[in-house]
């Protein structure tokens, strides 16, 4: 079946401007994850949902980052009023629900605030 | 408190030898995940091997082997007769807590990066 999709592969946005990143799980994934990886450094995690219950949040460094997610599908990540710190490799993963589920990553999402 | 540590940031190894990349983990949970992720650079996260916590034995994935040292809190990945295309970013990392639950987040290491020389 289908891997973890992510649209659009490339954003290019000046500063300021708010961005819109998008992410397709593996169907039947219950758990979704968004990261970023800032050029030549290790994955910093972000947000975690995990089927119904309220997602956690505790990796979003700050206001302007928020991300929705509908069911068990399609989850977006958008980041306000952008700043050149925030360009970065933005991944998303799924997995199942055990905790031996390995996470399958997407292509990930490059952003660049000029 | 960092609950992954990778302590080798880079690592030169030659060509068809076996290669040891570190990895130690903080957790109270005596229920956690262990997981190994390559990530060349193309960029992709490509999954290589996994430890349960009530594993008994280390893992293995053909060339790859967990060795996990649960008194320690340590999960290294071996690579044996190792090749160029080894040559990447490796990733330790651990998902603690309950089954579904809202801990059961997966966190990572900083990385390792591994060049493989001919």
């Known amino acids: 079946g289908a891997g973890v999709s992510q649209s659009p592969s490339n954003k290019v946005t000046e500063k300021g401007k708010d961005v819109e990143l998008r992410c397709d799980p593996i169907s039947g994934h219950t758990a979704l994850y968004w990261y970023r990886q800032r050029l030549g450094q290790g994955l910093e995690f972000l947000i975690y949902?995990?089927?119904?219950?309220?997602?956690?949040k505790s990796g979003l460094p700050s206001d302007r980052f928020s991300a929705e997610r509908t069911g068990e599908s399609v989850s977006t990540l958008t980041i306000q009023r952008t700043q050149q710190e925030d360009s970065a490799v933005y991944l998303c993963?799924?997995?199942?629900?055990?905790?031996?589920?390995?996470?399958?990553f997407g292509p990930g999402t490059r952003l660049t605030v000029l | 408190a960092q609950k992954i540590t990778q302590t080798q940031p880079g690592m030169f190894v030659q060509e068809k030898e076996a290669v040891t990349l570190d990895c130690t983990y903080d957790?109270?949970?005596?229920?956690?995940?262990l997981f190994w992720y390559k990530q060349p650079s193309s960029g992709e996260m490509i999954f290589l091997i996994y430890?349960?916590?009530?594993?008994?034995q280390n893992a293995t994935e053909g060339r790859y082997s967990l060795n996990f040292q649960k008194a320690r809190k340590s999960a290294n990945l071996v690579i044996s007769a190792s090749q160029l295309g080894d040559s990447a970013m490796y990733f330790c990392?651990?998902?603690?807590?309950?089954?579904?639950?809202?801990?059961?987040?997966?966190?990572f290491g900083k990385g390792t990066r591994l060049h493989i020389l001919p």
């Open positions: 957790t109270s949970d005596p229920s956690y995940g």
């Open positions: 990392a651990m998902r603690e807590g309950r089954k579904g639950g809202r801990d059961d987040k997966i966190i």
């Open positions: 993963a799924s997995s199942g629900v055990f905790a031996a589920d390995t996470q399958y």
């Open positions: 949902f995990q089927g119904n219950s309220a997602p956690d």
């Open positions: 430890q349960g916590s009530y594993d008994q």
